[in-house]
């Protein structure tokens, strides 16, 4: 009898290790991908890849392609990113977030206009418009959310949709307008999520309508997070008729700030990279992709 009643607080002990255990083990991590312009996959199936490359291309742990039409506003559109982020970046679940272009503000948007409402918890298994069931019923503020990284930004606006070379017919594009894309939503409240900014310069078609260094739909002081009411020309260094966009958090050339947890970690010195995937994961996107791998794990 007291060699029995002296096992029972370790039988206790071991059972909640193995509560412990198994709570671990149904902790998944997911990477999510957000599209931007022109769309291409199918809204609501994450497991359509078609906007970025082949589907069997390594982009993280359990990569989720969050598809939206890429068409429509932002505030339109948004519910596909909510969705997503109810799904695989609620609970015990968390997420890395990659997002191309406009993804950039749907990303953005839903941060700062929900990333402090109640989220119901969700459980990873999305129906054919890419909702998720709740678990137990109970809700938490916000997503669980390690960090975002963007390829080719577009939280600055475009002056491509300034100045009409993007079809006006595009509801998208109005969002798209410098000075509207910079007062649609917050971008300094990312609700503490680190945006990592990437930002190409390989353009040449549209360089004369876009200012400083671009990548032939963005300019550097989009891709770059520069904050302000509207853009203005930022360069690699070396260039004398333009203020460097620096890396990091650091103010520009000519001390403008960058938005609130938004760095940039990747420069394109050497004019290499465009804006697009050319439907292989190219362009700054193969940069995002190369960390999200080595990464979000």
């Not at 609501?44 to 598809?67: C, E, I, R």
Request: proline share 3%.
């Amino acid at each position: 009898m007291h060699f029995s009643f002296s096992l029972r607080p370790a039988l206790v002990l071991t059972a909640v290790a193995v509560a412990a255990v198994v709570g671990a083990a149904q902790a998944t991590n997911y990477s999510l991908w957000i599209n931007g312009r022109t769309g291409g996959g199918q809204p609501g199936n994450h497991a359509d890849f078609t906007y970025w490359g082949p589907a069997g291309t390594a982009a993280g742990v359990n990569k989720k392609s969050v598809n939206w039409d890429g068409y429509n506003r932002i505030a339109n559109q948004n519910f596909r990113v909510r969705d997503a982020l109810d799904c695989y970046c609620t609970g015990s679940n968390w997420c890395y977030v990659a997002a191309h272009s406009a993804g950039d503000m749907m990303i953005g948007y839903a941060l700062a206009m929900y990333g402090g409402t109640p989220r119901t918890k969700r459980n990873a298994q999305p129906n054919a418009n890419g909702e998720c069931g709740a678990v137990d019923g109970s809700t938490q503020t916000g997503w669980n959310i390690k960090w975002v990284d963007i390829a080719a930004g577009a939280g600055g606006g475009s002056e491509l949709a300034n100045q009409g070379d993007w079809a006006l017919s595009e509801p998208l594009v109005s969002d798209l307008k410098t000075t509207t894309a910079r007062a649609l939503y917050n971008h300094n409240d990312t609700r503490g999520v680190l945006f990592n900014m990437y930002a190409g310069s390989a353009g040449t078609m549209y360089s004369f309508v876009l200012p400083g260094q671009d990548d032939e739909a963005v300019a550097y002081h989009s891709a770059g997070a520069v904050a302000g009411t509207s853009g203005a020309a930022y360069c690699n260094p070396g260039d004398w008729w333009c203020n460097d966009l620096t890396l990091g958090t650091a103010k520009t050339e000519g001390g403008r700030a960058k938005w609130t947890n938004h760095t940039v970690v990747w420069r394109d010195d050497n004019e290499a990279y465009n804006h697009y995937t050319a439907g292989n994961w190219a362009g700054v996107v193969s940069r995002v992709r190369a960390d999200m791998v080595a990464n979000a794990k």
